[in-house]
């Protein structure tokens, strides 16, 4: 089960300094999550506004289960807030099949760049890398995305695969889709990103992600308010 969680760890691992302009009218995002076509749980955004300050809420919970028996459960929440559109700080608490793991970002404007004290990775960042919870599709602009469960570097290649209609929940899509992969061919590769997203052409909402990997794993949007 180690390898379902790091799968899954690269595909939820938003860009720092992202156009948020792009969903001041969203206030609720809402995904299921499926495996093997089996649903197992959830993905949730809630998006607070208090002046200059807007908040992301991330709620995320799965669990695997056979013949009534619980293998793997995970369960993750997030707050990612922006001051005047920008960037402002990031913090995560993942519960890992009971093993916790934790992100803490924020800008350091003296030196202009992000600093990360993370399970995984302690240090500075390019204050263009992404910080991964895919809401936002600036994502697709990034050279790297940092993990929101742990804070470690993935550098990653982005290839537009065009754009096509999609149906999704009885609901048709004009979507934008992309495929993302890491750029470090080093890595093991249950650790390799390799994850096609779709989002909506009009909105930008994120409405599709589908990755193959110990079995065949979707977010597929549920509702957006």
């Known amino acids: 089960m180690k390898k379902i969680f790091l799968i899954f760890l690269i595909l939820i691992t938003n860009n720092s300094f992202a156009d948020v302009k792009d969903y001041e009218n969203i206030n609720y995002i809402e995904y299921d999550l499926y495996r093997n076509d089996k649903l197992i749980g959830y ?12 908040t992301v809420e991330s709620d995320v919970m799965f669990e695997i289960t056979k013949l009534g028996i619980t293998l793997y459960k995970y369960y993750a929440k997030s707050e990612e807030i922006y ?7 990031f913090s995560a608490k ?3 099949n009971k093993k916790e793991k934790y992100a803490n970002i924020s800008l350091n404007k003296n030196k202009d760049e992000l600093i990360i004290d993370g399970s995984s990775y302690k240090g500075s960042a390019s204050k263009d890398f992404i910080v991964g919870t895919w809401w936002n599709h600036k994502i697709t602009e990034s050279k790297a995305q940092i993990s929101a469960v742990s804070g470690r570097i993935i550098q990653q290649n982005v290839v537009f695969k065009g754009k096509k209609e999609i149906e999704i929940n009885g609901k048709k899509y004009q979507a934008l889709h992309y495929n993302f992969s890491s750029s470090d061919k080093s890595l093991a590769k249950e650790k390799k990103l390799n994850t096609d997203i779709w989002y909506d052409a009009k909105t930008k909402i994120w409405i599709k992600a589908a990755f193959d990997k110990t079995g065949y794993w979707e977010y597929r949007l549920k509702k957006s308010n």
């Open 94 to 96: 993942t519960n890992q």
């Open 83 to 89: 001051k005047n559109d920008k960037f402002f700080k």
């Open 43 to 54: 993905h949730k955004y809630n998006f607070k506004r208090d002046n200059e300050f807007l």
